[in-house]
Antibody
Framework: QVQLQESGPGLVKPSETLSLTCAVS?????????WTWVRQPPGKGLEWIGE???????NYNPSLKSRVTMSLDKSKNQFSLNLSSVTAADTAVYYC????????????WGQGTLVTVSP | DVVMTQSPLSLPVTLGQPASISCRSS???????????LNWFQQRPGQSPRRLIY???NRDSGVPDRFSGSGSDTDFTLKISRVEAEDVGVYYC?????????FGQGTKLEIK
C-alpha cells in the first residue's frame, strides 16, 4: 500500500520560501515514477505545480517556474517542494502525489497540507 | 497552456439516474507516442482527489464500473450510469499530454 504524507510549516510570511516534504512509504522514491505537487486555493480548483522523475528530471508549471524547485532525497525516501517569494496568492492546500498524468494505472495522493501566507 | 473546459459546472442528479460531464481541450491531446493522457478525478468533500479514469477510458483499480470515460482528440465525457450517494463531490478532467498539465474548472455533482 503506497502512502504519501506532506509535512511543513502551516504559516509562511510573505516574500519567504515555502518548503514542503512528502514522505513516501510502500514504494521507493527510486522506482519508475513521476512525483508530483498539486495545490488548491481555498474553495477553488486544482493547479498542477510540477513533477520530478525518479531520475531527477523536472517539469514545472511556467506560471511558477522561476520560483519552484523540486528535489528527491533517496536516503529518506521523500521528495520536496520549495516555492520562493510567496504572496497571499500562494495560500492553498498542497498535495503531493504519484503518477497523476495517466501514463500508468493507479495514482496515489497525500492528505494535503494547508499553507497560509500571512505576515 | 492547454485550457480544459468542463460543462456543466453544477450537476444536480437524482439517485439512481445517470450523469454525464463534458470536457473539451483547447488543443489536441494526442501525444507524440499516440496515447491520449486525459484523466478524470473525483474529489469528495474534505478529501484528496483520486483518479477514476486514465487515458480516456481506463478505470483505475477499485473504481466502480458505473464510471466510464470516452472521447477523442479534444472532446471527452465522463459518465456515471447510476448515481449513488457516495458520488457527491467535484469532478475534474485533467490533461497530462502537454506540460504544464492542466485541470478543468471542476463540476460539482449533488443529489437532488
Amino acid at each position: 500500500q503506497v502512502q504519501l504524507q506532506e509535512s511543513g510549516p502551516g504559516l509562511v510570511k510573505p516574500s519567504e520560501t515555502l518548503s514542503l516534504t512528502c514522505a513516501v512509504s510502500g514504494d521507493s522514491i527510486s522506482s519508475i515514477s513521476w512525483w508530483t505537487w498539486v495545490r488548491q486555493p481555498p474553495g477553488k480548483g486544482l493547479e498542477w505545480i510540477g513533477e520530478i522523475w525518479h531520475a531527477g528530471n523536472t517539469n514545472y508549471n511556467p506560471s511558477l517556474k522561476s520560483r519552484v524547485t523540486m528535489s528527491l532525497d533517496k536516503s529518506k525516501n521523500q521528495f520536496s517542494l520549495n516555492l520562493s517569494s510567496v504572496t497571499a496568492a500562494d495560500t492553498a492546500v498542497y498535495y503531493c502525489a504519484r503518477d497523476t498524468s495517466g501514463w500508468r494505472e493507479n495514482d496515489y495522493w497525500g492528505q494535503g497540507t494547508l499553507v497560509t501566507v500571512s505576515p | 497552456d492547454v485550457v480544459m473546459t468542463q460543462s456543466p459546472l453544477s450537476l444536480p442528479v437524482t439517485l439512481g439516474q445517470p450523469a454525464s460531464i463534458s470536457c473539451r481541450s483547447s488543443q489536441s491531446l494526442v501525444h507524440s507516442n499516440g496515447n491520449i493522457y486525459l484523466n478524470w478525478f473525483q474529489q469528495r468533500p474534505g478529501q484528496s482527489p483520486r483518479r477514476l479514469i486514465y487515458r480516456v477510458s481506463n478505470r483505475d483499480s477499485g473504481v466502480p464500473d458505473r464510471f466510464s470515460g470516452s472521447g477523442s482528440d479534444t472532446d471527452f465525457t465522463l459518465k456515471i450510469s447510476r448515481v449513488e450517494a457516495e458520488d457527491v463531490g467535484v469532478y475534474y478532467c485533467m490533461q497530462g499530454t502537454h506540460s504544464p498539465h492542466t485541470f478543468g474548472q471542476g463540476t460539482k455533482l449533488e443529489i437532488k
